[in-house]
């Protein structure tokens, strides 16, 4: 078996008294899509942050690639739910803050806005962008620095439906394509089961149920039906 990218052993999360993470135990494999559901206040977002190291657990362990997690976590990329562009910049150079600008990073930036069709927008500034424009940013960002691991939370949830099926195949088009290890925080049980090849349902702030997906892709909505019930009613399942 492929040595794991990513290991949490035994995570404990406090914050004050409240019990926010209890025994979370899972490895995650090179290349895996895995998603995290459950109700809001389980926890989910929380573990993310550990992830990325912007947060530190109260015990246990976090490694990716057999180094422990204890600071920033430099071969992570977060997209979250806001688009956090700084509306003083451009696009591309939205794409390039903090970097040097060089040759060859100009034509990494021309390529990712190609990807995510906003070759057009590279001069233009945020507020004049849709919103789903801005989460195609966003996630162009993200994927600047190559990371080994990307981490969304909530990315898609404040878009209207259409646009959100539009950037959960862009999301899916461009993981089959790098083949980058993928963690996925969403309250969209539909869009989990459409995307991962892993679920895990986040109940009690535990893991409650993990399962595999192994529905062909592109998946419809009649495929995926059965196992989304499924995991709903794992959801909604009392402690």
């Given at each position: 078996?492929?040595?794991?990218l990513?290991?949490?052993?035994?995570?404990?999360?406090?914050y004050?008294?409240?019990?926010?993470?209890?025994?979370?135990?899972?490895?995650?494999?090179?290349?895996?899509?895995?998603?995290?559901?459950?109700?809001?206040?389980?926890?989910?977002?929380?573990?993310?942050?550990?992830?990325?190291?912007?947060?530190?657990?109260?015990?246990?362990?976090?490694?990716?690639?057999?180094?422990?997690?204890?600071?920033?976590?430099?071969?992570?990329?977060?997209?979250?739910?806001?688009?956090?562009?700084?509306?003083?910049?451009?696009?591309?150079?939205?794409?390039?803050?903090?970097?040097?600008?060089?040759?060859?990073?100009?034509?990494?930036?021309?390529?990712?806005?190609?990807?995510?069709?906003?070759?057009?927008?590279?001069?233009?500034?945020?507020?004049?962008?849709?919103?789903?424009?801005?989460?195609?940013?966003?996630?162009?960002?993200?994927?600047?620095?190559?990371?080994?691991l990307?981490?969304?939370?909530?990315?898609?949830?404040?878009?209207?439906?259409?646009?959100?099926?539009?950037?959960?195949?862009?999301?899916?088009?461009?993981?089959?394509?790098?083949?980058?290890?993928?963690?996925?925080?969403?309250?969209?049980?539909?869009?989990?089961?459409?995307?991962?090849?892993?679920?895990?349902?986040?109940?009690?702030?535990?893991?409650?149920?993990?399962?595999?997906?192994?529905?062909?892709?592109?998946?419809?909505?009649?495929?995926?039906?059965?196992?989304?019930?499924?995991?709903?009613?794992?959801?909604?399942?009392?402690g």
């Amino acid at each position: 078996m492929t040595e794991a990218l990513l290991e949490v052993n035994d995570i404990q999360k406090y914050y004050g008294d409240a019990h926010v993470l209890r025994n979370i135990n899972f490895d995650i494999q090179p290349g895996e899509f895995v998603a995290l559901v459950g109700q809001s206040g389980g926890g989910k977002s929380t573990l993310l942050r550990l992830i990325a190291g912007l947060e530190h657990a109260t015990s246990g362990s976090i490694k990716q690639d057999g180094t422990e997690i204890n600071r920033l976590n430099a071969h992570s990329r977060v997209m979250f739910q806001d688009d956090r562009l700084l509306p003083w910049l451009t696009v591309s150079e939205n794409l390039t803050f903090g970097a040097t600008h060089s040759k060859e990073q100009k034509e990494h930036v021309a390529k990712l806005l190609a990807r995510v069709e906003l070759t057009d927008f590279a001069d233009a500034y945020p507020n004049s962008l849709s919103g789903g424009q801005r989460q195609r940013v966003a996630l162009a960002r993200a994927l600047m620095a190559n990371p080994q691991l990307l981490l969304l939370d909530e990315p898609l949830g404040a878009l209207d439906a259409l646009t959100r099926r539009k950037m959960q195949d862009l999301i899916m088009d461009l993981w089959q394509e790098r083949k980058m290890t993928t963690i996925l925080v969403t309250h969209d049980v539909n869009e989990a089961v459409r995307l991962a090849n892993r679920i895990f349902v986040v109940r009690d702030h535990q893991i409650a149920w993990a399962g595999s997906n192994d529905l062909p892709y592109p998946r419809t909505d009649q495929a995926i039906a059965p196992l989304a019930n499924t995991i709903l009613n794992e959801i909604i399942t009392e402690g």
